[in-house]
């Protein structure tokens, strides 16, 4: 008997269910799609010679490893190692490092045209005879195995980190949309790895508090299951704060997670239950602060750096910057 006592109703997934994979692949393929194009269109509209973020990066630099190369890691080598049943953590620094070196002289055009083929690749896969027959098949990744169509789902989130952190080259702030659709990549792929992690638990992102425009999305995982669904409202263990700030927290752009509770800029509802998701640490090699959560005495301590292990994701094709 499946043991889901103690996760909400509404998160509670089917035998067999894969969150978005299998709940809502149509949608998973649109919502890519949709992030994808206006990615791209967001950073066409920068300076991608002017200074991103991160430091000592440029938009460039930023967003190279998103994109398509010839010597890139596209969906076919993602597919390939689906189907010879390759498993193995893909060496993403390593791997951004190498394709920096390589497009350092990449035109602005050039990186604008990378991240297009990128977004052809992705859209061309998905809906097709090959995500037919592999889409749930586990494949080697920066995250371990992971199922192919999840993983094309995850790359929305880093999508919208990459875009947050050209925003200083940007005429504009990063649209809203695009942030929308990069928290509800991170919420499944981030229950994906708590169901791989044989966690029964559940988690949901909160941003209506802050923004009531904004929707509200939860993740429940028992027994390798997970679900995806849109709320209503909170229910279970709970990150309420803005879109942008709960990307910047689980990327590590954001690292004063007690400063933030203490402002009231992010709340978190049933801490207990947060604590069900520490396992989420050990799935994913080079956290900050993992050896401290380790090491931690104190509940916040604890759910702070759950919070950065939600969003260590990498794409299959390339990544945003360290």
């Known amino acids: 008997m499946r043991s889901v006592a103690a996760l909400p109703d509404a998160l509670v997934p089917d035998i067999g269910a894969r969150g978005f994979a299998t709940r809502d692949r149509a949608g998973l393929a649109v919502r890519t799609a949709v992030a994808w194009d206006l990615a791209a269109a967001y950073a066409e509209s920068c300076d991608l010679q002017g200074s991103a973020r991160t430091r000592g990066r440029t938009g460039l630099q930023v967003l190279i490893p998103v994109g398509r190369w010839p010597d890139s890691r596209g969906l076919d080598d993602v597919l390939a190692d689906a189907k010879q049943g390759r498993v193995h953590r893909i060496d993403q ?18 990186v604008v045209d990378a991240l297009r083929r990128a977004a052809a690749e992705v859209s061309t896969f998905l809906g097709s005879r090959s ?18 169509r999840t993983l094309c789902h995850a790359a929305v989130y880093q999508l919208g980190v990459s875009a947050l952190d050209l925003e200083p080259c940007a005429p504009a702030p990063v649209p809203e949309e695009l942030l929308d659709l990069a928290l509800v990549a991170l919420v499944d792929t981030a229950a994906c790895l708590a169901a791989r992690r044989g966690l029964n638990a559940s988690l949901v992102a909160d941003p209506s508090r802050q923004d009531a425009d904004s929707r509200v999305w939860g993740f429940g995982v028992a027994d390798g299951d997970w679900v995806t669904v849109e709320l209503s409202d909170p229910v279970g263990p709970a990150i309420a704060a803005t879109t942008r700030a709960i990307l910047d927290i689980t990327s590590g752009r954001t690292a004063n997670v007690p ?3 203490k402002s009231g800029a992010l709340r978190l509802h049933d801490i207990p239950g947060l604590l069900h998701l520490a396992p989420l640490v050990d799935e ?37 910057q360290k």
């Not at 900050?288 to 301590?301: F, V, W």
């Open 93 to 110: 620094p390593a791997y951004e490092a190498g394709l920096r070196d390589a497009h350092q002289d990449a035109t602005p055009d050039e």
């Open 259 to 261: 400063g933030l509770v």
């Open 131 to 148: 995500d037919d027959r592999f889409g749930l098949t586990v494949t080697a990744s920066p995250l371990g195995p992971v199922p192919m």
């Open 284 to 320: 994913i090699p080079g956290i900050p602060g993992a050896a401290a959560l380790r090491a931690a005495s104190t509940s916040l301590s604890i759910a702070s750096s759950v919070l950065g292990s939600l969003g260590r994701f990498r794409r299959p094709s390339g990544t945003p």
